[in-house]
């Protein structure tokens, strides 16, 4: 078998790379109903599906109906063999003609995405089925292992078979790693559970060339790309490290790819399932209000298949640019399936937190391919060149390759026919109708261009080495040949030499010398083969040589690995140490921290009191400052009055001092003339106002005063009164002067000579000796001009009136005897009818007049 494929006539590369356009194909796949009354959804025919908008149903809009029409419609009763069938099976077929393809699934949460992709064990989705399918195809046609290598460039270099084995080897025993790999979770669900393999193959695998299957398996997760193969590497210290965002790169062909993603080759089914449920497990999944196990992220599992022409011996891969193949002999076909998550309504799904985010990022994504795809038909179908934002989310920048046109697109739209979804499934229907009018421009397989691989073949071509050793014929030609030549030939064949007769020497001859030639050639070919067994035995002596060295050798092997393990068990020791010191001080740390943030706290808190203190010393010192101030004011002012009543007082005292001498002179006069027989009581002290002077610096006392003449004791009252009238006149507003509450009496100027009595209004009842006996008696309470022309009135401060009189009258008090009549002693001044008659001299200011009383009066 594996003979007869050798020799089969080498196939002339068909891969041209002629495109053909074609529409992106969209299938719908309707979810059984939870409750089949209340549905908003059905299909109509093979291919149409009737959305029904109830009254209020969506928006408060009227009740509408909608078509849409798809590719195929699969209805509540289609199987998950029958969508395969349909949708996928064309699709790993061109898969395994070279041909890159997409397929995603689209639709609201809950609505059956990944149970279409995925499904169970029992009922498989696309994914598993697709696998089968491929390893079903391509079962005889492998390559072996590591053939293929991946050039970390979205490309395959081609390996020699001595390089593929040291990886098996490698790869069947593994070295201890000191780095433990991601921890292993339960088997998943499928591994446990025997499932039920797809039987089906496709057409289109070739003897002529060998395959091999390579999956990787990422995801968008927050708008960042994940590995779900990548190992998570630990540290001793802190554990398991954070997985590391991949990077979007475009390959020669411009075809889309993640940097650095791990690719797994895989040889039969099971070891795809491993690598599948791997990343499965690490896929992030969650309960939401609308799904147990809803995906928060976008899954992209990608199946290359990578096929390379089968060298002559039918078993191996031809290597590039040394069996005489041409560089772009191998193909990479690729199908992506992707896992869309949902678009979600938080008011339904009830996300809260991280939850929330990640359904944001989810809308985000699902919008921008959204918008995409708008953009792109718009720009098909209108012919404007607007530019589709594929960079918006790293999803659609994975897309833009197949979007761009390399490779065919099928979208399955998942829709869940509950009536309370209609708004969602609205949305839903639209897109999936528009994405239909987008074209593709599909490229048909081709052979990728790789590079001549870095170690090409590690062994020398032994045939050719042969043939120059003995001489054969190895020219390229011969080797181009379709016939292969044998190694071991001793020359053309022998010609038809039949002896017809015995005397038929030129036979004979011609016999020996083809004979001759060939023996030659046998002997060359024995001599080259000793020579090649002798150089083979000197390097067997030359190994065995080596060998000796071995135990000694192992020897130094085994003490190494010894140090090694106690190294390994001091490292883990330290290690622990050291662990144990990291978290003392991430404890002493804490700690420091806490007080350093008391600290901070308690410094704040002095702060604060301080401030308070410099604020209430500032408050306290403006308030003595002010106190000062006022006080020095009121000191002021105390002294200013008190100036002013020493003025008062001393002007008073002057007054009083004149009138004293007045009086005294006027005793004097009287005791010269008469001996009184009373002794006259000292005249009684006139109270005056007068308007205080308007203030000035305190002046020293005066020189002691000479003895006043009545004239000029007269004169200086006269300039007194004058002085004060004047300064009354200069100073607007006089002090009244104060109340006197004693009883008032003035005598009126009229010819009638009226006695004015002047009571005080709530008529203070005096009781005095002094009470005269007048006949003609009036009584007011409050003064008017019209009662007297001797003098002024003036208002008090207490609301009454103060008279200031032009005379002044002496009183003085007799002695009341005992019981007798009491006789006034004959005064000079008192003469009948002209008492008071030198008042103008003798006094011009007075407060309390009284008429002079007479002795009889009194
Ligand atoms: N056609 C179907 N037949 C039977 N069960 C189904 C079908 N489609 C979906 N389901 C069930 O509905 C539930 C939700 O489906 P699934 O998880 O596939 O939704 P999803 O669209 O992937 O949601 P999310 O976007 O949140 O990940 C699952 O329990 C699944 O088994």
Request: charged share 30%; glycine share 4%.
């Amino acid at each position: 078998m594996k003979g007869q494929r050798g020799k089969t006539p080498r196939k002339k590369f068909a891969f041209t790379g002629t495109s053909v356009i074609e529409p992106v194909e969209v299938y719908c796949r309707i979810k059984p109903a939870d409750d089949s009354n209340n549905v908003c959804l059905k299909s109509v025919g093979d291919n149409q599906v009737q959305l029904m908008i109830p009254a209020d149903g969506y928006r408060n809009a009227q009740p509408r109906e909608f078509l849409y029409t798809f590719q195929q419609v699969f209805d509540e009763t289609s199987t998950q063999k029958d969508i395969f069938d349909v949708v996928s099976l064309p699709l790993v077929e061109d898969l395994i003609a070279g041909r890159n393809t997409l397929l995603f699934t689209y639709g609201v949460t809950g609505s059956g995405k990944t149970y279409t992709m995925t499904g169970t064990p029992v009922d498989q989705g696309i994914l598993p089925r697709c696998l089968d399918v491929v390893f079903n195809t391509i079962e005889h046609h492998q390559a072996k292992k590591y053939v293929f290598e991946p050039n970390n460039q979205n490309g395959f270099r081609v390996q020699s078979e001595a390089d593929a084995m040291a990886k098996l080897q490698a790869d069947i025993m593994p070295c201890p790693s000191v780095v433990p790999k991601t921890p292993k979770k339960d088997k998943c669900e499928f591994l446990k559970n025997p499932r039920l393999r797809d039987k089906s193959k496709v057409e289109g695998v070739s003897n002529q060339f060998l395959y091999s299957v390579f999956v990787s398996y990422v995801e968008v997760y927050n708008n960042a790309v994940y590995d779900l193969l990548e190992e998570l590497t630990s540290d001793p210290i802190i554990g398991y490290k954070a997985q590391q965002t991949k990077t979007i790169r475009e390959d020669s062909s411009k075809m889309m790819y993640i940097h650095e993603c791990k690719e797994v080759e895989v040889k039969n089914p099971d070891e795809a399932f491993h690598v599948i449920y791997q990343g499965q497990n690490r896929r992030r999944v969650a309960r939401t209000a609308l799904n147990e196990s809803s995906s928060r992220s976008h899954s992209v599992f990608n199946i290359r298949i990578v096929q390379g022409p089968v060298d002559q011996s039918g078993e191996e891969v031809m290597h590039v640019g040394i069996d005489g193949v041409e560089a772009n002999s191998i193909c990479v076909g690729q199908l992506s399936l992707v896992d869309l998550a949902g678009s979600e309504r938080t008011v339904r799904t009830k996300n809260m937190g991280e939850q929330l985010r990640e359904a944001s990022n989810i809308n985000n994504t699902l919008m921008t391919l959204r918008n995409c795809i708008d953009i792109l038909r718009e720009n098909q179908k209108f012919g404007s060149s607007r530019i589709v934002p594929y960079r918006d989310s790293k999803l659609t920048h994975l897309f833009k390759s197949y979007l761009e046109g390399d490779g065919k697109i099928r979208m399955v739209v998942c829709v869940n026919p509950a009536a309370n979804e209609v708004g969602e499934t609205l949305h839903v229907m639209k897109f999936a109708e528009i994405t239909q009018e987008v074209t593709i421009q599909r490229i048909e397989g081709r052979f990728q261009e790789v590079p001549e691989t870095p170690n090409g073949r590690l062994y020398p071509n032994l045939e050719e080495e042969f043939r120059s050793d003995t001489g054969s014929d190895c020219t390229s030609s011969s080797r181009s040949t379709t016939v292969p030549v044998p190694l071991y030939d001793l020359g053309p064949q022998f010609p038809n030499m039949e002896l017809v007769h015995p005397s038929d020497d030129s036979t004979l001859k011609e016999l020996h010398r083809f004979l001759g030639i060939r023996l030659e050639k046998r002997q060359r070919c024995v001599e080259v083969a000793r020579q090649k067994c002798d150089d083979f035995r000197s390097l067997l002596l030359k190994v065995e040589k080596e060998n000796s060295y071995l135990p000694v050798l192992e020897k130094e092997v085994f003490n190494l690995r010894r140090e090694n393990t106690n190294l390994k068990q001091d490292n883990l020791n330290i290690n622990k140490e050291l662990k144990e010191l990291q978290q003392e001080l991430r404890a002493i740390n804490s700690k420091l921290r806490s007080s350093e943030r008391q600290l901070q706290e308690k410094n704040s808190l002095i702060r604060e009191a301080r401030d308070e203190k410099c604020q209430l010393k500032s408050d306290y010192e403006t308030r003595i400052q002010q106190n000062e101030q006022k006080f020095r004011q009121q000191e002021y002012d105390r002294q200013k009055l008190e100036y002013k009543c020493r003025t008062y007082l001393q002007e008073k005292d002057r007054k009083l001092n004149i009138l004293k001498n007045l009086v005294n002179e006027h005793s004097s006069e009287s005791s010269t003339s008469t001996t009184p027989s009373v002794t006259p009581k000292p005249a009684r002290k006139l109270r005056t106002f007068t308007t205080p002077a308007p203030y000035t610096a305190p002046r020293p006392d005066p020189a002691p005063r000479k003895p006043v003449t009545r004239l000029a004791a007269a004169r200086s009252l006269h300039n007194l009164d004058q002085v004060s009238s004047s300064s009354s006149k200069k100073d607007p507003a006089p002090p009244p002067p104060p109340p006197n509450p004693r009883h008032r009496r003035s005598k009126s100027s009229s010819a009638a000579e009226t006695w004015l009595e002047h009571k005080s209004q709530d008529h203070e009842e005096l009781g005095t000796l002094f009470q005269p006996k007048l006949k003609k008696k009036r009584s007011v309470t409050k003064l008017t001009e019209k009662d007297t022309k001797e003098g002024n009135v003036l208002p008090t401060a207490t609301g009454g009136c103060t008279m200031v009189f032009n005379e002044v009258e002496m009183v003085r008090r007799g002695n009341p005897g005992n019981g007798k009549k009491r006789h006034s002693p004959p005064n000079q001044h008192t003469r009948p009818g002209s008492d008071w008659t030198d008042t103008d001299v003798r006094c011009g200011y007075a407060i309390d007049g009284h008429k002079r009383p007479k002795p009889s009066q009194i």
